[in-house]
C-alpha cells in the first residue's frame, strides 16, 4: 500500500528535483549547525539558493529526527 507523506516531509521529493541534492546531502550539510537557531538554519538553506518554504521544511525535519535543536 502507497500513503501518502504529509507534513514537512511532502516538500522532499520538490526539494531534491529544484535542487540537485538527495535530502540526506541537505541534511549533511545542516550537521555542522546542530547547534544553531531554527532560522540561522533556514539562512544557511536560503544563501545555499533554496526557497525559504523548502528550507524551512527540511529544517524542522532536521531538528525532530536528527537532533538538530
Known amino acids: 500500500m502507497n ?28 550537521r555542522p549547525l546542530a547547534g544553531a537557531k531554527h532560522m540561522e538554519q533556514v539562512a544557511y538553506l536560503k544563501e545555499q539558493g533554496m526557497g525559504h518554504g523548502h528550507a524551512n521544511a527540511l529544517v524542522h525535519v532536521f531538528r525532530a529526527e536528527h537532533g538538530g535543536a
Open 3 to 30: 500513503e501518502q507523506v504529509k507534513g514537512p516531509k511532502s516538500y522532499f521529493p520538490s526539494i531534491e528535483a529544484k535542487y540537485g541534492k538527495t535530502i540526506d546531502a541537505w541534511i549533511s550539510e545542516l
